[in-house]
T-cell receptor
């Protein structure tokens, strides 16, 4: 079945450091890919998405590019802030087939940014 | 405002006492689903529905029931809750195709 693998955390950075959180997936066809963010004590917020190969999703300084050849959707930010401290989830929604309708999440990566 | 609304947001209940967590969306979405979030396990899908009267099991359906009698509502039913169902629950909805998925704010459920 479909799966999403995120880099293990937790990730601890200093303010203004460069962030990369790796995400790779296994799925047939061209699924939609998402990054969600969960701030402490809150629900899930859509951070960015990409629905086809080579698309780049971006929001709030974060970016991720849909790479079909490497089945990856790595999250990046050039300069993190303390307010970016949260849990980040990579997710996949299949394009069709027997798993259509099944949103699959990675295990989440905890990011802590220090001043 | 487009939103997915869950109730209750917080609940402490006792083992075996039936409970229902409601989920409602105002976007006329075909697709709705339920997830639970547990430390170290991420989010796992419980049930999903592609449209009215169409529901399917996700990864962890045991101990849960759902119904989709109308498009806007997708309640999650715990017929006989047990402590291992203590978790944070999220409802989500999406138009068909799944290119934008909206989540509710979550429901913290504790079963003692």
């Amino acid at each position: 079945g479909d799966s999403v693998t995120q880099m293990e955390g937790p990730v601890t950075l200093s303010e203004e450091a460069f962030l990369t959180i790796n995400c790779t997936y296994t799925a047939t066809g061209y699924p939609s890919l998402f990054w969600y963010v969960q701030y402490p004590g809150e629900g899930l917020q859509l951070l960015l998405k990409a629905t086809k190969a080579d698309d780049k999703g971006s929001n709030k300084g974060f970016e991720a590019t849909y790479r079909k050849e490497t089945t990856s959707f790595h999250l990046e930010k050039g300069s993190v802030q303390v307010s970016d401290s949260a849990v980040y989830f990579c997710a996949l929604f299949p394009a069709g087939g027997t798993s259509y309708g099944k949103l699959t999440f990675g295990q989440g990566t905890i990011l802590t940014v220090h001043p | 405002e487009a939103q997915v609304t869950q109730n209750p947001r917080y609940l402490i209940t006792v083992t075996g006492k039936k409970l229902t967590v409601t989920c409602s969306q105002n976007m006329n979405h075909e697709y709705m689903s339920w997830y639970r979030q547990d430390p170290g396990l991420g989010l796992r899908q419980i049930y999903y529905s592609m449209n009215v009267e169409v529901t399917d099991k996700g990864d962890v359906p045991e101990g849960y029931k759902v119904s989709r009698k109308e498009k806007r509502n997708f309640p999650l039913i715990l017929e006989s809750p047990s402590p291992n169902q203590t978790s944070l629950y999220f409802c989500a909805s999406s138009p068909s195709g799944g290119n934008t998925i909206y989540f509710g704010e979550g429901s913290w459920l504790t079963v003692v």
